[in-house]
């Protein structure tokens, strides 16, 4: 059993495959894209700090810009990639089911910039790459400014779902 099929295109053009994904996939996108619902899904999640943008001792805030990188597959999907022209498409954000990963230490509103699109895989594989400006709560100690160390910790959690949740 599998969440969508293996897509037919009819030519290795965008609109095949479009229409391909516009009959499998897309009408799923409030489900969470797997086989059946005891299978858990994994989603990985990596970040890189791009950089600090300021700090806040009295707040006890920190403001970073971070590019999130998440990965995760769709069970099922796949198609050749001559047969429908590409490996890789990029799909409006709102065709596909996207986890609800978020910082647990989000202080300020989200003012990162909305990216309409997410990367489909002809293998199933889904990347979402982002940038994200966090406002973050932090424990700062500054006493020896700027030879001080801070550690500073993101959670990353789902509003939905806990970490081994199925789908029942």
């Given at each position: 059993m599998s969440c969508v099929a293996v897509l037919n295109c009819t030519s290795p053009t965008p609109n095949s495959l479009f229409t391909e994904l516009e009959k499998h996939l897309f009408s799923k996108n409030l489900i969470p894209p797997v086989a059946n619902f005891s299978q858990t899904l994994n989603v990985t999640i990596s970040f890189t700090v791009v950089g600090i943008l300021g700090?806040?001792?009295?707040?006890?805030?920190?403001?970073?810009?971070?590019?999130?990188?998440?990965?995760?597959?769709?069970?099922?999907?796949?198609?050749?990639?001559?047969?429908?022209?590409?490996?890789?498409?990029?799909?409006?954000?709102?065709?596909?089911?996207?986890?609800?990963?978020?910082?647990s230490e989000f202080m300020d509103e989200d003012k990162s910039p909305y990216?309409?699109?997410?990367?489909?895989?002809?293998?199933?594989?889904?990347?979402?790459?982002?940038?994200?400006?966090?406002?973050?709560?932090?424990?700062?100690?500054?006493?020896n400014f700027p030879f001080d160390i801070q550690t500073c910790s993101l959670t990353f959690g789902s509003y939905l779902h806990f970490g081994e949740t199925t789908f029942l």
């Open positions: 700090v806040d001792a009295k707040a006890q805030t920190l403001t970073t810009f971070l590019w999130q990188v998440l990965q995760w597959d769709i069970a099922g999907l796949s198609w050749d990639e001559e047969q429908c022209g590409t490996e890789r498409v990029s799909v409006p954000r709102e065709k596909l089911w996207v986890p609800d990963i978020h910082i990216m309409p699109y997410v990367y489909l895989h002809n293998t199933g594989r889904v990347y979402d790459d982002k940038p994200v400006r966090v406002v973050s709560s932090c424990k700062l100690e500054i006493y």
